[in-house]
């Protein structure tokens, strides 16, 4: 919580955590929020809001706040910002996180097949061994994953490949 006295403005602040390790799919974020005014609490203060990825939501007054949002690569950023805000008080409490609907299988495989593709032409280039042996590695892990592999285990392959992938796309920048 953040207080000024009444008829200044709290100005800004943020908290924010990276989430790593997510099941693909559409969520839900509620966090207990405010962005008052102790001079007026029905007047609705600018400058606050909670987010994850892209998505956010706008904070008033006292009261459980929402955002939906999808994550397609198992990590997102949640927080809340407050840039000119124009309450004297500013709160969080209560980060909830829920799944509402995970990724099916099918779209996960299928994710998974296009990280394959993409690092078979990424192994062909001329990349630093501290980047490719990580790269064929993951590579190879992915390849014995099939469609009916546990979600799970198409999700820990899918990750592993996308972060060597971008080991690798790193390492080709550097060259």
Known sequence: AIWVSKGSNVGDASVSQVI??????????????????EASTSAQCSG??????????DVFTPNDYTV????TTGE????????GAKGNWLAIDNFRLTLVEAESSEVIFSKLAESITKAEGLASLNIDDKALT???????SAKAIT??????????ALFALNA????????????
């Open 134 to 140: 990580p790269l064929l590695s993951a590579l190879q």
């Open 164 to 175: 060597a992938i971008s080991k690798a796309e790193f390492a080709l920048n550097l060259a």
């Open 20 to 37: 790593t390790d997510l099941p693909l799919g559409k969520y839900t974020l509620t966090v207990a929020a405010q962005n008052l005014n």
């Open 147 to 156: 469609s009916s592999s546990a979600s799970a285990d198409m999700q820990k």
């Open 76 to 83: 997102v950023e949640i927080g809340f910002m407050a840039k």
């Open 68 to 71: 939906d949002f999808s994550c």
């Open 48 to 57: 606050a809001y909670i987010y994850a990825g892209e998505q956010k939501t």
